[in-house]
Nanobody, 125 residues
Framework: QVHFVESGGGLVQPGGSLRLSCAAS????????IGWFRQAPEKEREGVSC????????YYVDSVKGRFTISRDKSNNMVYLQMNNLRPEDTGVYYC??????????????????WGKGTLVTVPP
């Protein structure tokens, strides 16, 4: 059974950093593009970053370019999101997922897997 466990969120002051972790199970993560998504309060879930199959390319939504870095550890079936220079608008619950469209024009989820519980990132004004 496909399962995602996100961790690493927390309360951080503007300008601070966090490293989110995504533990994938039930499938071999390196065979899929993996994306990070976030849902801010009262907003729809949006794609933030993704890494394609083979780790050849990574993409980021414009608002996080230059601040966030996605990476993959194939040996542990893990995907990470390093977030630097955090801003209040980065606040939200962060999720990881497979079966994502991972292209320069956008990051979109098309799969049927259940979402994990996510990890909450809070950056106060």
């Amino acid at each position: 059974q496909v399962h995602f466990v996100e961790s690493g969120g927390g309360l951080v002051q503007p300008g601070g950093s966090l490293r989110l972790s995504c533990a994938a199970s039930g499938f071999i993560a390196e065979n899929f593009a993996i994306g990070w998504f976030r849902q801010a309060p009262e907003k729809e879930r949006e794609g933030v970053s993704c890494i394609d199959v083979g780790d050849r390319r990574t993409y980021y939504v414009d608002s996080v370019k230059g601040r966030f870095t996605i990476s993959r550890d194939k040996s542990n079936n893990m995907v990470y999101l390093q977030m630097n220079n955090l801003r209040p608008e980065d606040t939200g619950v962060y999720y990881c997922a497979r079966e994502v469209v991972c292209v320069p024009v956008g990051i979109h989820y098309y799969g049927m897997d259940s979402w994990g519980k996510g990890t909450l990132v809070t950056v106060p004004p």
